[in-house]
Every structure is written in C-alpha cells, then in structure tokens.
C-alpha cells in the first residue's frame, strides 16, 4: 500500500503533477486543432522523466566496463565527483558530494586490500564549488589513510587523465587502478587511454541493479527519474564528442 501511495504523491508533485496539467491543457487544445507541438513536448517530457528511461540509459553505461584485477595495479587514482565548501568537518572545512563520498570508501577498501598509494584527482567543477581533491585529501587524512597524491587543478576528465599520468610518470607507476562512478567509466577509460595510461577500471557507486526490475511506478515521471535520464544524456554527449576528437 505505502508503493501505492508513494506514486499517487509523484504525480502530484513537480514533475509529474507539471506534466498532467500540461496534458490537459494539450486536451482541451485538440479539439481546435493546434495541440500537436504540445501533444508532442508532453510526450518527450513525460518519458525522459520516468525511472525506466533514466535506468535504462544509465544501465547501458553501467555495466559496459567490468572490475579488472586489483592485485596487478601499483597505484589508485580517484576522481572528483564534486564537493560543497565551507561546510564543518573534523579536518579542515568542506564536504564531499554523496556521490564522491562513496568514491573515497571504494577507494579506501582497495587501499586495504593493496597498501597502494592514492592520487585524487580533481579541482573546481564549476565556479562556487569546493576543491575535490584538497577536501578529499582532508578527509582521508583524518581517517589515517596514506600516502596521499593530490593533483587540485584539473576540471575535466581529460585533464583528470593528463594530470595524473603526470604523477604517473614521477613515480614509474604504470598500472593505475581507477575508481570513479560507474557510469562514468567508459569516458574515463578512453580519456586515459588517449594519454596512453592503460588503467584497471574499479567502477562503483552504481545507481542501477545488474538485473533491472520495473514496477507501475517506473513510468511515473519523477525528479530522480529526471535527473538520472539527464546524467545519462550528458555522458552520451561526452562520448560523442570524444569520437569527434574533442577532449573532455
């Protein structure tokens, strides 16, 4: 019952509440013959912002690269997924975004398994942003965790790769294991591979299951199934430009 109730309160909140009054309006339009264009914007609308369209995209980006073997890689880069600052923490000042936070556990347990050194690569996403790696390093730091690399310039996942084939290279290491969502990993791979670094792919932080299940609710438009199906786009833009040769 409490399922039931959960999707009779998604239509009812943005974007699902929206979209049924952008459909009667698209309705009562009809019948004078000038709906189409609206018929037709409902329509998109509506399925990009399902959970079936947005699992469905992410999925096929998440499960593309499988985990390599950790015992044959010499050092961990991890990247930024972005932070918040100015916000309290036990050192220093600033969080890591939910998603990075996961990053820097994964990365954390393969540090134990290892005992391998760990680059965090990443700067400012975008202005107002925190430093991912200054404030990643502070966390791990308090956690006990080192040695600890930090390249704090980079801003795109081509710089990523470039940066830390930079430290790569300083320290004869030549068998990196990166961590970094899961559905950002076919970019990444192909960004370090374009700086002719050959990494161990570790994806994690997966937001779709192995096997994919669908209620009635899947097709229910809804701000998360909204903002997954963004993600997805983005990324396939990103690899689109990558084949087009630009670097991102």
């Given at each position: 019952?409490?399922?039931?109730?959960?999707?009779?309160?998604?239509?009812?909140?943005?974007?699902?509440?929206?979209?049924?009054?952008?459909?009667?309006?698209?309705?009562r339009s009809w019948r004078i013959r000038r709906a189409w264009p609206l018929v037709?914007?409902?329509?998109?609308?509506?399925?990009?912002?399902?959970?079936?369209?947005?699992?469905?995209?992410?999925?096929?980006?998440?499960?593309?690269?499988?985990?390599?073997?950790?015992?044959?890689?010499?050092?961990?880069?991890?990247?930024?997924?972005?932070?918040?600052?100015?916000?309290?923490?036990?050192?220093?000042?600033?969080?890591?975004?939910?998603?990075?936070?996961?990053?820097?556990?994964?990365?954390?347990?393969?540090?134990?398994?290892?005992?391998?050194?760990?680059?965090?690569?990443?700067?400012?996403?975008?202005?107002?942003?925190?430093?991912?790696?200054?404030?990643?390093?502070?966390?791990?730091?308090?956690?006990?965790?080192?040695?600890?690399y930090v390249d704090a310039r980079s801003q795109t996942t081509y710089e990523n790769?470039?940066?830390?084939?930079?430290?790569?290279?300083?320290?004869?290491?030549?068998?990196?294991?990166?961590?970094?969502?899961?559905?950002?990993?076919?970019?990444?791979?192909?960004?370090?591979?374009?700086?002719?670094?050959?990494?161990?792919?570790?994806?994690?932080?997966?937001?779709?299951?192995?096997?994919?299940?669908?209620?009635?609710?899947?097709?229910?438009?809804?701000?998360?199934?909204?903002?997954?199906?963004?993600?997805?786009?983005?990324?396939?833009?990103?690899?689109?430009?990558?084949?087009?040769?630009?670097?991102?």
């Open positions: 019952m409490i399922y039931v109730l959960r999707d009779i309160l998604a239509l009812a909140l943005p974007p699902g509440g929206l979209l049924l009054l952008i459909g009667l309006a698209a309705w037709l914007a409902w329509g998109v609308a509506w399925v990009v912002s399902t959970p079936w369209t947005g699992e469905q995209l992410v999925h096929r980006l998440e499960y593309e690269v499988h985990r390599g073997a950790v015992g044959t890689g010499d050092a961990i880069i991890v990247l930024g997924e972005g932070a918040v600052p100015h916000t309290p923490q036990s050192r220093g000042s600033g969080s890591l975004s939910g998603a990075m936070a996961g990053e820097y556990l994964t990365a954390i347990h393969v540090a134990h398994q290892t005992h391998l050194p760990i680059i965090l690569s990443g700067g400012k996403g975008s202005f107002g942003d925190g430093n991912e790696s200054l404030i990643g390093r502070a966390v791990l730091q308090g956690l006990g965790v080192s040695p600890i790769a470039v940066n830390s084939a930079a430290i790569l290279r300083k320290h004869d290491w030549t068998r990196p294991i990166l961590i970094t969502s899961a559905f950002h990993m076919v970019q990444a791979v192909q960004d370090f591979r374009a700086v002719g670094v050959h990494v161990i792919p570790y994806p994690t932080g997966y937001q779709t299951s192995a096997q994919l299940t669908f209620t009635p609710g899947s097709w229910i438009p809804s701000s998360a199934g909204l903002a997954l199906t963004s993600e997805a786009l983005q990324e396939y833009v990103s690899l689109a430009a990558i084949g087009l040769g630009i670097k991102l």
